[in-house]
């Protein structure tokens, strides 16, 4: 299986190409070349959650130089549990947030880690990835790339503007993880990376690489849970399910649009917004604008600009077929809220303010079949905005919790990039 680029200007590369470059050279994204059809068959007989994911993967790794290694890389890297919880007979949550920091971005993060692990060692190489992080994204990448060999991170945050158990995320860690509290805002970190990037000496010095939503490697694990889902919910309701996913960069739901190409069992997918809607405005008047980002309380997902967008524009040529595949709900900060405790009340469950995008926008379709909602991250970790709706503390899950105890490494930099080095 090769890979090319959605720009279609990069010579096709292996998949572990494609995870060792991050972006293809003409600045596309990376896109398999065709979709392999799955036997639903073999996916509903295997044992457990590593081997489905095996199977899943398998095609995009033949010929790779991981693919005889790529069945203990899935065991290895989705050893947490992925509960279905059921409301009722007809509606259920995915939930997502079982892994070392509470959201689904652990998924993407520890296949993505544990592969470059691997590649890295056969060619005898190091790396140091950077990441600029508002939350999310740094403490899932930083938790997966702990204490690998061969490669050390560097977190940048902005000083006191993450929440105190975000923070924590990020601190943790010691040994090859590096945390930065720059006297600044997220911007000034994301500029801090770009232009560590640009001056060629250090990129070369230190072997500099990325772990963005952008990477295949952290794509391909979100086809695995789309299939397991549509599997499970076919197996136990005899219907095909409508998935619903709350996104920002849109990998998540592209990653459930693959699987669906793939032949997953998927009768639609619906994506909820937050107050950044330009997916949204493109279905509606066919332009696709960048937008600035508005802070929303669905923090993970304030996105203007969705760097997965372009792998969307390119599985459906056109904005016709993008129209007819893909639908999406814009949900405000109010309605966050409201969701929220009406989930609480009526199905006596807890969610995140992300997760509530795609419960309300549940409510707002008329659909007879079995509808999932992916649950993106624990509500603990949101606890400023969820336990005053549900009036008591929510108990936070234990992986987290031995990270909330842990000691904190941290260094306070000004926005200067060499500071990093
Ligand atoms: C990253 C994130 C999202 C958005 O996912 P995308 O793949 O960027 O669309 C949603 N919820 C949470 C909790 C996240 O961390």
């Known amino acids: 299986m090769k890979f090319v680029s959605t720009r279609g200007n990069a010579p096709a590369v292996s998949a572990s190409e494609a995870i060792l470059q991050g972006l293809a050279p003409d600045g596309g ?61 007809k509606e259920a949550v995915l939930e997502l947030y079982w892994g070392p920091t509470a959201a689904f971005k652990d998924f993407g993060a520890r296949f993505l880690a544990i592969a470059m692990q691997r590649l890295l060692q056969k060619r005898d190489q190091k790396l140091t990835i950077l990441v600029a992080t508002s939350g999310d994204t740094g403490g899932a990448v930083a938790a997966a790339f702990h204490q690998r060999a061969g490669i050390g991170v560097k977190v940048l945050y902005p000083q006191g503007k993450v929440s105190q158990r975000q923070e924590k995320q990020l601190t943790c860690w010691g040994d090859n993880i590096e945390a930065y509290s720059v006297d600044g805002v997220f911007d000034d970190c994301q500029k801090m990376v770009k232009e560590a990037f640009m001056d060629s000496s250090l990129v070369e010095e230190w072997g500099l690489s990325s772990a963005n939503s952008i990477n295949l490697g952290r794509l391909l694990p979100q086809v695995v849970y789309a299939f397991y889902t549509a599997l499970e919910v076919f ?34 997918i619906v994506l909820a ?27 993970a997902m304030d996105v203007g600009n969705p760097s997965n967008m372009e792998r969307l ?9 993008f129209k007819s595949e893909v639908s999406a709900y814009s949900v405000s900060d109010e309605l966050i809220l409201e969701t929220i405790a009406k989930v609480w009340h009526e199905k006596n469950y807890v969610i995140c303010p992300h997760t509530a995008t795609g419960e309300y926008v549940r409510g707002q379709l ?37 990270l909330l105890d842990k000691e904190s490494y941290v260094k306070n930099i000004g926005v200067n990039y060499k500071e990093l080095f």
């Open 235 to 268: 197996h136990q309701t005899g219907a095909v399910p409508t998935l619903i996913v709350p996104s920002g960069n849109v990998g998540n739901s592209c990653g459930t649009y693959w699987a669906k190409e793939m032949g997953a069992p998927i009768k639609q």
């Open 313 to 321: 524009m390119h599985l459906y040529n056109g904005w016709e077929a």
């Open 366 to 402: 008329t659909e007879e079949g079995p509808t999932v909602v992916y649950a993106t991250a624990h509500p603990a970790k949101f606890e400023t905005i969820v336990e005053p709706i549900v009036g008591h503390s929510i108990p936070i899950p234990p992986q987290l919790a031995l």
């Open 273 to 299: 917004l937050n107050a950044n809607r330009s997916v949204l405005d493109y279905i509606e008047n066919g332009q696709f604008e960048k937008r600035n980002s508005i802070a929303t309380l669905a923090n």
């Open 29 to 89: 994204l990376y896109v398999p070349t065709y979709f392999p059809q799955l036997e639903m068959r073999i996916l509903a007989n295997t044992s457990s959650y590593g081997e489905l994911a095996y199977e899943v993967l398998a095609p995009f790794f033949e010929g790779d130089v991981l693919e005889g290694e790529l069945a203990e890389i899935c065991m290895e890297a989705f050893d947490f549990p992925l509960p279905i919880h059921w409301h009722n007979a």
